[in-house]
């Protein structure tokens, strides 16, 4: 091969990009990674400028850079080039000039910087982090509660984290959504908007946070404008411009308190090493939150402590006790009053040195004092007991006797200073009855301790003295237990605890919190037990007290069952099902054996407790409760994931017809009559079921709830009172739904809703003199869509309400611009039972809005539901008589189709009555839908309601209706629901 052809080959597999270009900029030359780097071919690089690259440099400067540029000379720099695609990406440039027959040429050596621009803004977001978390550490020191903690965590987190948003929320245990207790950064009006909750069974509790809370990990998302996952707050993320979020659970004793969420603009911004420092930085503030607690519970010992040393020291100084205090290391001492009138002096105040203290001393007993209180100092004795005489105010000498025991630890291991009590012992007489006093005073504190305390010989076990609270804890009278063992007593469940405790005892001299069960009171109770060994005359003995924790193992004991158990069912809750589930999905793949679940719903389980109450409801879920578990096997689990929701693991199955076995069994026991209620009353139920299998079906146990559930809604839409078992296409309905409900959240901000009109007929004139709003969907993809189809996801989601005030604000103006018409016009809206609960729909607000548009409420109808009439809510009783007072006629919608029970006719003020279509389709070919529109008409007439029949589609319908008193007809017989527009055009026909 020649030097060129070699020199060729050299270049083309060069690892990075080669561009020749003349002193114009004109490439000449580029070899096969200019076009990889670049995205252009050969053939358009070629016919390119450099500059059309290269983005940093204008052409003067350019040419400027070329003609300095001398032969062997090399010029480097960073610089920025644009791809094909428009995209722009870091290089580092390398520049030369080659002369060939005299023309003179610039060389580029290009190489890609990206890489090493990442590792470099990776390493700078991580020191970025490592300072944050530094940060965080000293604060903690700092802070004392969560209120300042919370904020700086924010604050830290964007300002050295790098993020664009931190907030830290706390869970309403209520309601199960989170809210930001603590918020920092761009964009944080953000959180005002959005709803995050802890429950998978909505949208916004299956986002990162949800499942972060629930999972008790941290959730990352580095594609937030296109994951799943973040898909309710989608918009939002784009508005504001993030591009990856992270969920960090914030845990104290394993159970999440708090949760750290942070933003950042980038995707894929959470990589490895940054999710382990945020994990670090939770991990700190649950730790800060735990010493929060322990500062608390310090400063509250503190107290007491300081409390019982007052306490302690009114009582030596009731019991004429003089207490002195001989600090070692500034070799000053000071006394209580009570020293210093013992022996005749004025009380001095502050310390006084030490010298002045042994002057006093009589000089005979010098020696022994001196001697015994070194040795005490210099040998690491505890304690001392010495009896000596003291000078006092008038020159006399006292007996005194002085004892106590060293305290602290200074140099060399010494103690620090020695702590003593001096009673005057002059007199026998004195000194036996100071004794019996102080000995008296000393066992009514023994006494009244609150905790249970006894003293026994360390060698024989015999019980010396034992306190009040001792005799309320274990049941044996004082009497009783003098003299005697613990053993002999029967404390002991296990004697092994005592040999353990005193084998401890001999070998330390003292037991800390050593935990027990004991008998006590003719029960077993679990003690902390605490115990020292003391002398008493001259014997070892052991002090031994005791902390009943019973209640406090009762408490905790109840608070797991709280966590893990349904209260009222008392069957494993959500948490235990899920932990259940997913030990029978790994047994499952250890064995390959198959997994069955069941995911049980009664069916129309609401108007049960409408119609007789919550806590017939209640009786009727614990009834349910026992036959479900009396139709499986020990093995199977059968939870209440909440409501009427009941779930069946079935682990160990031989085949899926095992399954189906089961549920039917369930379905037959459960349409099989209740006794309820104080009457005795019988309800008859049933349900709907879902079965899926692992691993058929699922792998895990989110996708096998989602997958039972989904077949459980199918086997509803079939009819109820069935089973269905989970299929593909069922997921594909879910998606489907998932889909409609996420556009459905962006059709009123798109402006994709539109208003039709249905005319309203008077029957015996023929006249149009009402219509009906009726919302219609203009979807982007699918048309125009049906309220039947969106309708109920609404009100699953809660938009109803949004949607429902738009549609009441657009009839408003509708009608504002009809009033010109000849034609008295009313036109009535639905509404969903949401609208009227809470403060979903404030009523005046309304009625405002009619008065300010200049209408009447005579303009305007509201169509219900029978349902709302039996919800019981007093709220709704108020609405509906605010809209009668400001003469807006109320409708009952689709009547016939609900509820066998009428009261609610005479007890709310009701205007008209509308016969579902369902019984006027059928009324040529049905004598019962004839005669039930009779009825209806007939009873409305009687009661003084006006009556609207729906559906109205052929003549014979229409003379039926009209010959059986009808008031109003509607349907498309007269005409189909038409826009604004051409239902106007319908009313200037008909005029």
């Not at 959240?745 to 309203?760: V, W």
């Not at 203009?778 to 125009?784: F, I, S």
């Not at 109803?800 to 009033?819: C, N, P, S, T, Y």
């Given at each position: 091969m020649n030097p060129e052809h070699r020199l060729r080959a050299f270049l083309e597999a060069a690892p990075d990009a080669f561009i020749v270009h003349d002193l114009d900029g004109r490439i000449t030359d580029v070899n096969r990674r200019a076009c990889q780097l670049s995205g252009y071919s050969r053939e358009e690089l070629l016919s390119m400028h450099i500059l059309e690259l290269e983005q940093d440099f204008n052409p003067q400067s350019a040419l400027d850079l070329w003609l300095r540029a001398q032969p062997g000379e090399v010029f480097s720099f960073p610089g920025r080039h644009r791809r094909k695609d428009g995209s722009v990406f870091p290089v580092e440039v390398h520049l030369s000039v080659t002369i060939e027959d005299g023309q003179r040429n610039m060389l580029a050596l290009i190489h890609d910087a990206s890489r090493r621009r990442e590792i470099e803004d990776q390493r700078e977001r991580q020191r970025r982090l490592y300072e944050a978390l530094s940060e965080i550490n000293q604060a903690i020191v700092r802070m004392e509660d969560r209120s300042t903690l919370y904020p700086l965590v924010c604050r830290v987190a964007v300002d050295y984290g790098g993020m664009k948003v931190a907030w830290i929320g706390e869970c309403d245990e209520a309601t199960g959504y989170v809210s930001a207790s603590a918020a920092y950064g761009s964009g944080i009006e953000y959180l005002k908007q959005i709803v995050v909750s802890i429950h998978d069974t909505v949208p916004e509790g299956r986002g990162p946070s949800g499942i972060?809370?629930?999972?008790?990990?941290?959730?990352?998302?580095?594609?937030?404008?296109?994951?799943?996952?973040?898909?309710?707050?989608?918009?939002?993320?784009?508005?504001?411009?993030?591009?990856?979020?992270?969920?960090?659970?914030?845990?104290?004793?394993?159970?999440?308190?708090?949760?750290?969420?942070?933003?950042?603009?980038?995707?894929?911004?959470?990589?490895?090493?940054?999710?382990?420092?945020?994990?670090?930085?939770?991990?700190?503030?649950?730790?800060?939150?735990?010493?929060?607690?322990?500062?608390?519970?310090?400063?509250?010992?503190?107290?007491?402590?300081?409390?019982?040393?007052?306490?302690?020291?009114?009582?030596?100084?009731?019991?004429?006790?003089?207490?002195?205090?001989?600090?070692?290391?500034?070799?000053?001492?000071?006394?209580?009053?009570?020293?210093?009138?013992?022996?005749?002096?004025?009380?001095?105040?502050?310390?006084?040195?030490?010298?002045?203290?042994?002057?006093?001393?009589?000089?005979?007993?010098?020696?022994?004092?001196?001697?015994?209180?070194?040795?005490?100092?210099?040998?690491?004795?505890?304690?001392?007991?010495?009896?000596?005489?003291?000078?006092?105010?008038?020159?006399?000498?006292?007996?005194?006797?002085?004892?106590?025991?060293?305290?602290?630890?200074?140099?060399?291991?010494?103690?620090?200073?020695?702590?003593?009590?001096?009673?005057?012992?002059?007199?026998?007489?004195?000194?036996?009855?100071?004794?019996?006093?102080?000995?008296?005073?000393?066992?009514?504190?023994?006494?009244?301790?609150?905790?249970?305390?006894?003293?026994?010989?360390?060698?024989?076990?015999?019980?010396?003295?034992?306190?009040?609270?001792?005799?309320?804890?274990?049941?044996?009278?004082?009497?009783?237990?003098?003299?005697?063992?613990?053993?002999?007593?029967?404390?002991?469940?296990?004697?092994?605890?005592?040999?353990?405790?005193?084998?401890?005892?001999?070998?330390?001299?003292?037991?800390?919190?050593?935990?027990?069960?004991?008998?006590?009171?003719?029960?077993?109770?679990?003690?902390?037990?605490?115990?020292?060994?003391?002398?008493?005359?001259?014997?070892?003995?052991?002090?031994?007290?005791?902390?009943?924790?019973?209640?406090?193992?009762?408490?905790?004991?109840?608070?797991?069952?709280?966590?893990?158990?349904?209260?009222?069912?008392?069957?494993?809750?959500?948490?235990?099902?899920?932990?259940?589930?997913?030990?029978?999905?790994?047994?499952?793949?250890?064995?390959?054996?198959?997994?069955?679940?069941?995911?049980?719903?009664?069916?129309?389980?609401?108007?049960?407790?409408?119609?007789?109450?919550?806590?017939?409801?209640?009786?009727?879920?614990?009834?349910?409760?026992?036959?479900?578990?009396?139709?499986?096997?020990?093995?199977?689990?059968?939870?209440?994931?909440?409501?009427?929701?009941?779930?069946?693991?079935?682990?160990?199955?031989?085949?899926?017809?095992?399954?189906?076995?089961?549920?039917?069994?369930?379905?037959?026991?459960?349409?099989?009559?209740?006794?309820?209620?104080?009457?005795q009353a019988q309800v008859f139920i049933s349900a709907s079921i879902g079965i899926t299998f692992y691993p058929l079906d699922a792998q895990d146990v989110d996708q096998m709830l989602r997958n039972a559930d989904q077949a459980m809604y199918a086997a509803k839409k079939a009819g109820r009172n069935r089973l269905s078992f989970f299929t593909p296409a069922l997921q594909d309905l879910a998606e489907y739904?998932?889909?409609?409900?996420?556009?459905?959240?962006?059709?009123?901000?798109?402006?994709?809703?539109?208003?039709?009109?249905?005319?309203?007929?008077?029957?015996?004139?023929?006249?149009?003199?009402?219509?009906?709003?009726?919302?219609?969907?203009?979807?982007?993809?699918?048309?125009?869509?049906?309220?039947?189809?969106?309708?109920?996801?609404?009100?699953?989601?809660?938009?109803?309400?949004?949607?429902?005030?738009?549609?009441?604000?657009?009839?408003?103006?509708?009608?504002?611009?009809?009033?010109?018409h000849q034609t008295p016009l009313q036109v009535s809206v639905n509404m969903s039972p949401l609208q009227f609960y809470g403060d979903a729909v404030t009523v005046q607000e309304w009625l405002d809005h009619l008065r300010q548009l200049g209408l009447s409420g005579e303009h305007l109808a509201i169509e219900i539901t029978e349902g709302l009439l039996l919800s019981g809510d007093s709220g709704v009783a108020e609405k509906l008589q605010m809209f009668r007072d400001a003469d807006i006629e109320l409708a009952i919608d689709d009547f016939g189709t609900g509820y066998s029970s009428l009261s609610y006719l005479s007890k709310y003020p009701i205007n008209y009555l509308k016969i579902d279509q369902v019984f006027v389709r059928n009324l040529v070919q049905d004598a019962n839908s004839r005669a039930l529109c009779e009825v209806i008409i007939l009873m409305a007439h009687k009661l003084g309601l006006r009556v609207v029949a729906e559906g109205i589609e052929t003549a014979e319908q229409r003379d039926f209706l009209k010959a059986a008193g009808c008031d109003f007809g509607q349907g498309y017989f007269y005409s189909k629901p038409l826009p604004a527009e051409a239902f106007e055009a319908y009313l200037n026909r008909t005029d």
């Open positions: 972060a809370w629930r999972e008790r990990r941290s959730v990352v998302v580095n594609r937030f404008q296109e994951s799943e996952l973040t898909a309710p707050w989608r918009s939002y993320a784009i508005r504001y411009g993030w591009g990856s979020v992270g969920s960090f659970p914030i845990l104290r004793a394993q159970q999440p308190v708090a949760m750290l969420v942070v933003y950042h603009e980038h995707p894929e911004a959470f990589d490895d090493t940054l999710v382990r420092l945020l994990d670090e930085m939770v991990r700190d503030i649950s730790f800060a939150l735990d010493n929060f607690d322990r500062e608390k519970e310090r400063r509250h010992t503190l107290a007491l402590l300081e409390e019982n040393e007052a306490r302690l020291r009114l009582t030596l100084e009731a019991t004429g006790i003089g207490v002195w205090d001989w600090d070692l290391g500034s070799n000053t001492w000071q006394a209580t009053s009570i020293y210093f009138q013992m022996l005749g002096y004025a009380p001095m105040e502050g310390p006084q040195p030490y010298a002045a203290w042994k002057s006093r001393v009589h000089p005979d007993d010098l020696p022994q004092v001196s001697d015994t209180l070194d040795r005490v100092r210099d040998q690491g004795l505890d304690r001392f007991d010495i009896q000596f005489r003291v000078r006092g105010a008038d020159g006399s000498y006292r007996w005194v006797h002085n004892f106590g025991r060293a305290a602290g630890l200074g140099g060399l291991g010494r103690p620090a200073r020695m702590l003593g009590l001096q009673i005057d012992v002059t007199r026998t007489r004195e000194t036996l009855e100071a004794l019996r006093l102080s000995e008296e005073k000393f066992f009514k504190v023994f006494s009244n301790l609150p905790n249970p305390v006894s003293i026994t010989r360390l060698e024989d076990g015999l019980f010396v003295d034992v306190n009040d609270a001792w005799v309320r804890f274990t049941g044996h009278a004082r009497e009783k237990a003098l003299g005697r063992t613990s053993t002999e007593l029967g404390i002991w469940i296990n004697p092994e605890d005592r040999e353990r405790i005193v084998e401890e005892l001999r070998r330390s001299g003292r037991v800390l919190n050593c935990e027990v069960t004991v008998w006590a009171r003719e029960q077993e109770a679990d003690c902390l037990i605490s115990a020292e060994t003391i002398q008493i005359a001259g014997l070892p003995h052991i002090v031994m007290a005791v902390q009943d924790i019973t209640e406090k193992r009762r408490y905790d004991a109840l608070i797991w069952k709280q966590a893990n158990f349904d209260l009222l069912t008392e069957l494993p809750n959500r948490y235990m099902f899920y932990d259940r589930l997913d030990q029978d999905i790994r047994k499952a793949h250890r064995d390959a054996g198959l997994l069955g679940l069941l995911f049980i719903d009664l069916d129309r389980f609401k108007e049960v407790n409408d119609s007789l109450g919550h806590h017939v409801g209640d009786q009727l879920l614990v009834e349910m409760a026992q036959r479900i578990r009396e139709c499986v096997r020990e093995t199977d689990t059968v939870a209440r994931l909440g409501g009427d929701e009941f779930t069946v693991a079935l682990p160990g199955i031989g085949d899926a017809g095992f399954a189906e076995k089961v549920a039917q069994h369930i379905l037959r026991r459960l349409c099989e009559p209740f006794t309820v209620g104080e009457s739904r998932l889909k409609t409900h996420n556009d459905l959240r962006l059709a009123l901000e798109r402006q994709q809703f539109e208003i039709h009109f249905q005319p309203i007929v008077a029957m015996a004139s023929g006249q149009v003199v009402k219509a009906e709003a009726l919302l219609r969907w203009n979807h982007p993809q699918r048309g125009l869509v049906g309220p039947g189809e969106f309708v109920p996801l609404a009100e699953e989601t809660g938009l109803i309400v949004e949607i429902g005030d738009w549609v009441f604000r657009q009839v408003a103006h509708q009608m504002h611009l009809w009033k010109h």
